[in-house]
């Protein structure tokens, strides 16, 4: 974080909106797999719970719930499996007993552990010298080896309450050791689609932070210049707050947020590391909006001659897994809210695009890397290049995020919209 380049490298996300092909959902009828699908909800609340991580023990397999709590988790009949496991922040990890045929529309109760936390008491634990032994501890917690994950990525563009972008795609994350920096971890799109607002008056031109590529330059522990620089560790405060769940293991919770005024935007949020392993599970973190005309230089790249940009957030969610001993990159998610108005005009448009990437499954031994040819390139959008990957069988085998309700309203919306 010594420059502005360094603390946060900028990826295009183009909204650019033109008639394209509607969504299409379509099944693999020779897949070989069966689907366990619900909703997940607090069982002291019967609130529905968002982010909640779903997974097959002992595989690289799995998913995550929508804001709407709901999930969809196809499981390969090869997969000799007994139980899935839920996971979520703040809550006893829920085991549940399958069979290998179809659970359609089950109700998962979650039990928060939030009474029981509260009595905890960090002790002795100094925040920047616990960061200090979390990083040292990286090479130890993460792998060595290069690691071919595979994604389901999508980004959503909404003006005001209406959607007027949604591209989803297949895509696989090749990384290398976490001992090695991001320069040849690559990003590959296997299969994509698209629906755009066939209206004129929604067509709008910026260049933003985001894109499939943000599952490289987000994931803070291989690229530790985003956020865990320790030479900018005095630009922050850093204060240790009660300790939480992830998992059934104790976390540490870290509080950062800026104590210094620098040339260029800074991040405030939280760090959460495991107690025992002191391996960085996840961070929470969003620019500071003080100055918003650092944040618009950090994230916007082009607009169009006229157009009057103002951001209102920008916000991040990364979190990580632990399997056999060693954490992987699980989930990550990217919000950016911001207005935009035309000079001579009274009132602004509000936008929101919201990009999600979750790891479904995980490659450890034989990671074959990709190919330049082959990788997406960081300068290229998403919405402009997907419908080079389109595929009527985009569903398949491959799991995904489940769309919201609203999400399935504004698709079947905008698919009106070619009528």
Sequence with gaps: MKTKSKCLKV????????????????????????????????????????????????????????????????????????????????YYNYKVQISGTNLFNQTFLMTPKAKELKEVVVIGWDPVKLMEEAIKKIPENYSKKPNLL??????????????????????????????????????????????????PSDTLAVKLLGGP????????????????DPEAFNYFKYTMEEMTLINDRLNYVIKFEPQITLPYALYYGKYFIDSESLTFTRAEFSLDMKDR????????????TGLRFRPEEVSFIVSYKQQDGLTYLNYIRNEIKFKCDWKRRLFAT??????????????????????????????????????????????????????????????????????
Excluded at 213 to 228: F, R
Excluded at 293 to 304: A, E, G, S, Y
């Design 11 to 90: 990826i295009v996300l183009l909204i650019s909106l033109f008639i394209a092909l509607p969504i299409m959902q379509a099944q693999n009828e020779n897949s070989k797999y069966y689907t366990i699908s619900g909703v997940v909800k607090n069982k002291a609340t019967n609130k529905k719970m968002e982010y909640v991580t779903i997974a097959v023990p002992g595989t690289n397999i799995g998913t995550i719930t929508n804001e709407d709590g709901e999930f969809a988790l196809k499981i390969n009949d090869s997969i000799r499996t007994t139980s899935i496991e839920l996971s979520c922040l703040g």
């Design 150 to 199: 595979t994604g389901f990525y999508r980004e959503t563009a909404q003006k005001g309450k209406s959607y007027i972008n949604i591209s989803e795609a297949i895509i696989n994350i090749y990384k290398t050791a976490y001992n090695q920096n991001v320069d040849n971890d690559r990003i590959q799109i296997l299969k994509g689609r698209k629906l755009l607002s066939a209206k």
């Design 213 to 228: 590529n943000l599952s490289i330059i987000a994931d803070i522990i291989k690229n530790p210049e985003m956020l865990l």
């Design 293 to 304: 005309n650092k944040v618009t230089d950090m994230i916007l790249r082009k607009k169009p």
């Design 350 to 419: 509000n936008y929101t695009v919201l990009s999600e990437m979750v790891v479904t499954d995980n490659r450890i031994e034989d990671a074959t890397n990709i190919s330049r040819k082959d990788a997406f390139n960081a300068n290229n959008s998403l919405s402009d290049k997907v419908m080079n990957f389109y595929d009527t069988d985009f569903w398949g085998a491959y799991n995904i995020i489940e769309p919201s309700e609203s999400l399935e309203s504004a698709v079947n919306k905008l698919k009106k919209g070619y009528k």
